[in-house]
C-alpha cells in the first residue's frame, strides 16, 4: 500500500493494515492562533499528515497556513485542492483528486490539464485519488461548486463500483467523503463495499464528529480516517480521535 506520505520524517515503515489520522485544514476557517493551537495538539498526539484545502477558498490564506504549519509541524502537509488555482510548492505533496462520483468532464480531466505543466514542474509528490462525494443529508459546498450529484447514501453497490472503475483506471487513492458539515457519515456499509471492491488505500471523511463514528469508519474497512470541520470547533476532539486510531495499530501490533 502506498502509504508513503506518511513517513516523512519518520523511522517507522509503512505496514499493511496500519491505520491514519489526518486532519483538514480550511484556510478560511482558521486564523493563526487557532491553528496554532492544532498543530500544538497534533504535536503531542499521533496525525499522520494535515490536508490543507477545501471546496472554496475565498481568502488568500492558503500560503500562510503552509507556511505557519511548516515552521511549528513536521508532519506533512498534503493539498486538497479544488481548481488548479490552488496549487502551492510549500507542500510536500497533492492529492490529484479526479471526481469519479461526478460527470462533470472539469473535475474528471479538465482542471488536471490546466494544472499538469504546473506540478510536473513542481516538486510536489503526486498521489492520484478518485474522489466519491456521498450524499449524506444536505447539500454540501463540494456538490454545489462541482455541479454534480452524489452517490445516494443507501447505494454500497454504486460506490463499489465507481471505486473499482477509478482503480481499473490507475488511481492509487480512493477518497469516500461526505463533504463538509455532513449531517451523517459514510455509512459503514458504504465503506465494507469500497473496501472489499479495490485494493488501493481508501480514506473516509465527512461528518465523523464523535470516536465511536471514527472507530466505525476504521472497522468497516477505512485505511484513513479525515476529520476537519468538527477539529476547529473543539480542538480537543483531536486527542480522542488520536486514541481511536492508535487503539486499532497497537491491536494489529499485537496480532503480528
Known sequence: MPFDIFYQNKQQQPSPGRKYFAVLLDPDNLNEASCLQIL???????VDFFLVGGSLITSQSQSALIQLIKDNSSIPVI?????SLHLDKQADGI?????????NPEFLIGQHV???PILKASQLQIYPTGYMLVDTGKQTTASYMSGTTPIPYDKPAIAACTAMAGEQLGLRYMYLD???GAQKP??????AAVRQAVEVPLI??????????????????ADVVVIGNHIEKNPSFLAEVSKVVA???IALDVHR
Open 40 to 46: 500544538s495538539l497534533s504535536e503531542l498526539h499521533q
Open 79 to 83: 493539498l486538497f485542492p479544488s481548481s
Open 95 to 103: 492529492l490529484l483528486l479526479s471526481l469519479i462520483s461526478g460527470r
Open 114 to 116: 490546466i494544472a499538469a
Open 178 to 180: 461526505g463533504g463538509s
Open 186 to 191: 459514510v455509512s459503514p456499509e458504504m465503506i
Open 204 to 221: 473516509v471523511g465527512g461528518g465523523i464528529n464523535t470516536p465511536e463514528k471514527a472507530r466505525t469508519a476504521l472497522a468497516s474497512g
Open 247 to 249: 487503539s486499532f495499530n
